[in-house]
């Protein structure tokens, strides 16, 4: 076979897994590996909540650290790419490149649209560092107030509420707060808010009358010294604005082997990729979807270079990992397709395995530098099990 070249876009999880798992191979001289990104750090965003209340100092680690010394990367934005002639073409204006086969891994994220006017966004390595400096600088029973109580503003609010008692943090909630972890899953989470003093709002829709006044749905008003939009994530346009499919919020289409069908060289993996409901209903954005899918993705760039037919995905979860401060955490159980189990794991020991979880996403995509295929992960329901699709969380 000639060298081939594979172009990746995107480094977070996903696009670092696929890129390593492609140019771990042992004969690694038929396959010229870029990468893509933005940024020239790994962003460990399951680290975020921790850099915004001061309790780490930085999510970002040296992509050299974690990137195989075989694949070239490329420090810049990919603006377009044209799938009939197969290039990507980048927003600093340099030389356009071709590709043989493509993984679009652009991950999600906020845009400055998404986060109301005088609220602090959450979800990239600047927006915590800002957030970090805010909270150091508020006064003693100064109020914080978190809209959005998934797993990250459950995260967030623990984090911040453990390392600055002084602090007045309330956790607001559109629905019930851990509705879908287990009944001691939920118990848990509660009883750990309450002991380090979160107010919890549930049921609770709020508006941004200005810098530090918030409006709820029952028509409260809320005064916060510091307001932070931990409410949801938005996929980048590339996808909708290069004339490839995209669902309605612009995630790329791909089939079951997380190819695209009408260019079946293009191929997805990550939040910013919309799998079908048949092998995908159950998957929600997270680290622990992204590995696996950029792992499989890489599988089946690999067989279609080779001419070989490419597998289905097949992925499903264990667990579900929840930081609750730097001394507790919540290992909840679930079933394959992430239906909550009713064992759970509280507590100090929780918050251990949560770390080495953390840990461990890291020790998997350097693995797969020294043995290309060594990153395995749990496989997904059966067809008949697979519930009603979750939605991203």
């Known amino acids: 076979m000639s060298s081939r ?84 073409y980048f927003s600093s204006g340099r030389e356009p490149i071709g590709y043989d086969t493509l993984l679009y891994a652009v991950g999600s994220g906020h845009t400055s649209a998404d986060v109301p006017a005088g609220a602090h966004g959450f979800g990239d390595a600047e927006s915590a560092s800002r957030l970090r400096a805010r909270l150091s600088q508020l006064d003693e029973g100064a109020a914080v107030s978190i809209v959005g109580a998934g797993l990250t503003g459950i995260e967030l609010a623990a984090e911040i509420a453990e390392q600055y008692p002084r602090l007045h943090v309330r956790l607001i909630s559109r629905g019930i707060i851990g509705s879908d972890l287990s009944g001691s899953g ?120 080779q001419n070989r037919p490419a597998a289905a995905l097949s992925a499903g979860f264990m667990f579900r990992c929840i930081s609750l401060g730097r001394r507790s955490g919540l290992i909840q159980t679930v079933a394959a397709d992430d239906r909550p189990r009713q064992f759970v794991v509280q507590g100090r020991l929780a918050g251990l395995a949560k770390e080495q979880v953390c840990r461990m996403t890291l020790s998997w995509i350097r693995g797969e530098r020294r043995r290309s295929g060594s990153f395995r992960w749990p496989k997904g329901p059966l067809p008949a099990d697979v519930a009603v699709p979750v939605e991203a969380r």
């Open 5 to 88: 070249r594979v172009v990746i876009i995107g480094a977070g999880y996903a696009g670092v897994m696929a890129a390593n798992r492609l140019a771990g191979r042992r004969q690694p001289d038929d396959l010229n590996v870029t990468v893509v990104n933005p940024c020239a750090d790994l962003i460990q965003r399951i680290r975020l909540h921790e850099v915004a209340a001061g309790s780490r100092a930085t999510a970002q680690v040296p992509m050299r650290s974690v990137l195989s010394g075989r694949a070239e990367f490329i420090e810049d934005s990919a603006s377009r790419i044209d799938p009939v002639n197969r290039h990507v």
């Open 186 to 305: 939920q118990h848990a989470v509660r009883s750990r808010l309450a002991a380090l003093g979160v107010e919890i709002l549930e049921n609770t829709d709020v508006q941004w009358r200005d810098d530090s006044t918030l409006t709820t749905s029952g028509g409260y008003i809320l005064t916060s010294d510091c307001a932070v939009w931990a409410a949801g994530f938005r996929v980048p346009g590339l996808a909708r604005d290069s004339g490839l499919p995209t669902d309605a919020e612009g995630r790329l289409i791909v089939d079951e082997s997380l190819s695209c069908p009408e260019y079946p060289e293009i191929f997805g993996a990550g939040d910013a990729v919309r799998v079908p409901d048949s092998v995908g209903g159950h998957l929600r954005m997270s680290c622990a979807t992204a590995l696996p899918l950029g792992a499989h993705a890489a599988d089946s760039m690999m067989a279609r270079l």
